[in-house]
């Protein structure tokens, strides 16, 4: 073994090489796979684990349990069940190479095979196509160790031929080029730009993983600029920003880039861990853009209604993606809201807040400090005169923070008195009433004209 190799297996962790040594004791064939193998490599050993073995899974299980492993039969259509030990899981796959793909979607069949090679063959990226042995070592057949190495996406086999059997492999492509900051070897990249179309047949939720995979990765900039066919393939609602000349003295750059730069600024300005909320947003916060613009007399374009616009097509594209709902409502009050004129007094950030919470209940602070680093992006990206606000925004998020320490209100529940305070002051009955007068009073707070004071609050509702 090479120095690599046992170093590879001394960070190999000890569930997973049980896992490995029980399937080996009783006969079998066992690597690890994928993911892990991939990633130890580069020095993190974080990832899962995945074993592949010669096992049928029925033997898997049975072996497993005989050790006194837990097994759930998690996925036995493909030969998957899933091992946990000491609370760790670890999916347990048969060798197997996929059938034919005629729908481009689904393999027809999966076959189960004898040979590890095969198996590692069906894999999508030379990278993610080794098994590694603690005993054996790394067998690599289509050299992923030196593509890693050189930060390099090549596709296993025939790109084409591997794109067309499965589309979404397109998608995963840039995804693992933004993970590794890799680049996608030539060929593999001819292959992408011909085979992006078949995304139209793949299952929206799949592509909503892959590109909420590519945000978490804070490289969808560059995404958006080097592998836009790709990107406009998965959302086809992108394609018109390409090339969309805003005719705007407020803007240097075309909608694409402008998004582009916006997404690389959240990243910035939120110190490479932005809410994916903001990540979202910030990717469709001008997607509208092209369908609100016009042109007045001057000439000068202008995109009246791009917010409310551009928050009905994030939620209709992102309820598409089956992302979870809690993040299209807060991503959808980002892009509805970022254009809304804040200044940095006290009164008009308690307005951000309460419209902030009024979209996403109980959400308003963290969304209230994404939306002004969405803002901060957006300023920056625009026209060198745009920058001057950002500084604007510094002092905002001063008073956000007072605003947020100092025991202010922006939702009715925050008030230092409550219906019944209402209802005893007012000497009226419960009912819609009650609500109109705690609103009334939310109001006067917000505008600073009563402090949120129990005492003043009582003595404004007696007055
Ligand atoms: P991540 O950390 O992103 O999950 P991963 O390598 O574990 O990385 P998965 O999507 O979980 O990626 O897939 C596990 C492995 O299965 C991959 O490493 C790859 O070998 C293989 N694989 C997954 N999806 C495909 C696909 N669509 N086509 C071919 N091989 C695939
Ligand atoms: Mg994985």
């Known amino acids: 073994m090479s120095p690599i190799e046992a170093q590879l297996a001394s960070k190999l962790p000890a569930y997973a090489r049980l896992v490995v040594d029980t399937l080996e004791a009783s006969g079998y064939e066992a690597w690890v796979v994928g993911g892990w193998v991939r990633d130890a490599l580069l020095g993190a050993t974080g990832h899962d684990v995945d074993v592949t073995t010669s096992a049928p899974w029925q033997q898997t299980a049975r072996v497993l349990r005989e050790a006194g492993i837990d097994v759930h039969e998690t996925g036995t259509a493909h030969g998957t069940v899933t091992a946990v030990v000491d609370g760790q899981p670890i999916e347990t796959t048969t060798y197997?190479?996929?059938?034919?793909?005629?729908?481009?979607?689904?393999?027809d069949e999966v076959r189960f095979v004898t040979d590890v090679r095969e198996d590692l063959a069906r894999r999508d990226f030379t990278v993610n196509a080794m098994a590694f042995h603690p005993k054996r070592g790394l067998l690599d057949p289509f050299g992923g160790e030196k593509d890693l190495a050189a930060r390099i996406i090549r596709a296993v086999g025939e790109a084409r031929r591997r794109f067309e059997e499965d589309a979404l492999r397109v998608l995963r492509a840039v995804r693992f080029a933004c993970r590794l900051d890799a680049t996608i070897e030539p060929a593999t990249q001819e292959a992408l730009v011909a085979c992006a179309h078949g995304l139209s047949d793949i299952a929206q939720e799949r592509i909503g993983q892959e590109l909420d995979g590519i945000l978490a990765t804070g490289k969808v900039s560059w995404a958006l600029m080097h592998e836009f066919d790709v990107m406009a393939a998965a959302v086809p609602e992108f394609a018109p920003m390409r090339g969309f000349d805003q005719r705007s003295p407020y803007h240097a750059y075309d909608v694409l880039e402008h998004t582009a730069r916006v997404c690389a600024g959240v990243e910035e300005f939120a110190g490479g861990a932005p809410l994916r909320e903001l990540r979202w947003a910030a990717l469709l916060h001008d997607v509208a853009k092209p369908a609100c613009w016009s042109q007045d007399v001057s000439g000068r374009g202008h995109f009246f209604g791009h917010p409310e616009e551009g928050a009905r097509m994030a939620r209709c594209v992102m309820g598409r993606l089956a992302v979870p709902r809690e993040v299209v409502r807060g991503a959808c009050a980002l892009v509805r809201l970022h254009d809304f004129e804040i200044s940095a007094k006290a009164p008009s950030v308690r307005r951000m807040l309460?419209?902030?919470?009024?979209?996403?209940?109980?959400?308003?602070?963290?969304?209230?400090?994404?939306?002004?680093?969405?803002?901060?992006?957006?300023?920056?990206?625009?026209a060198p005169a745009c920058m001057g606000y950002a500084v604007e925004l510094d002092a905002m998020?001063?008073?956000?923070?007072?605003?947020?320490?100092?025991?202010?209100?922006?939702?009715?529940?925050?008030?230092?008195?409550?219906?019944?305070d209402v209802i005893r002051e007012r000497g009226i009955e419960p009912g819609p009433g009650v609500g109109m007068i705690l609103a009334q009073l939310l109001a006067a707070v917000m505008a600073g004209d009563v402090p949120n004071e129990r005492d003043a609050l009582l003595a404004w509702l007696r007055w």
């Open 96 to 107: 197997r190479v996929e059938g034919t793909y005629s729908d481009r979607r689904h393999p």
């Open 397 to 420: 998020t001063a008073t956000l923070r007072r605003e947020l320490s100092g025991g202010g209100a922006w939702s009715v529940g925050q008030l230092a008195v409550c219906g019944a």
């Open 354 to 382: 309460a419209e902030l919470e009024r979209m996403a209940p109980g959400r308003a602070p963290e969304l209230a400090f994404a939306l002004l680093d969405l803002k901060r992006s957006d300023a920056v990206a625009k």
